[in-house]
């Protein structure tokens, strides 16, 4: 009966490590590395796998492109095939958010409205100026690529005064 309690246990906890993201993300990160090192010559990431910035920017363009004749830049992959990911994105969080019973319509004033757009429009804009999204930076700089090491020092300074700011805000507010 101990035994199985020890089992039980070590069952228990290996199944709490799992849960933790960062376990996650190494493994995953270390798998994805040994199968490209083993299955794909190495020269450094030909596709973007999930990147919101460079798939808006090729279904923007590719859109674009097919109402206006003109020749806008596309991935490779692009060309090919469509990228969808983004609207596969915005379908998949409404229909959880629906199921989950998390989906609320924010009530707010036009600048708020306004404010949130031009939020996104500079996301996008400076995701494409470093030339990827934080995925695709870690990759490159895993290549050795040290432009993406500064991409990604600017995301994580940005995160730092975006929470600062917030922090301010929250005590000024006495929340």
């Known amino acids: 009966m101990e035994i199985k309690l020890e089992e039980q246990d070590k069952n228990e906890s290996i199944l709490r490590v799992m849960r933790i993201p960062m376990f996650l993300g190494l493994i995953i990160g270390i798998l994805a590395a040994l199968i490209q090192a083993l299955l794909i010559s190495a020269g450094g990431p030909e596709a973007y796998g999930f990147c919101v910035a460079c798939h808006t920017r090729d279904l923007t363009n590719r859109v674009v492109n097919s109402f206006t004749n003109s020749e806008l830049g596309l991935a490779p992959i692009s060309i090919v095939t469509p ?6 994105v915005i379908i998949g969080g409404y229909i ?4 989950h019973e998390e989906f609320k319509i924010k009530k707010g004033s036009y600048f708020s409205y306004l404010l949130y757009f031009l939020g996104g429009i500079a996301v996008l804009t400076f995701a494409l100026f470093v030339g990827a999204c934080p995925y695709r930076l870690a990759l490159r700089f895993a290549y050795g690529d040290l432009v993406a090491l500064i991409g990604i020092f600017s995301i994580a300074g940005g995160v730092a005064v975006g929470v600062a700011l917030l922090l301010y805000r929250m005590k000024r507010r006495g929340i």
């Open 83 to 88: 990228v969808l990911t983004i609207v596969g």
């Open 96 to 99: 959880a958010a629906i199921k």
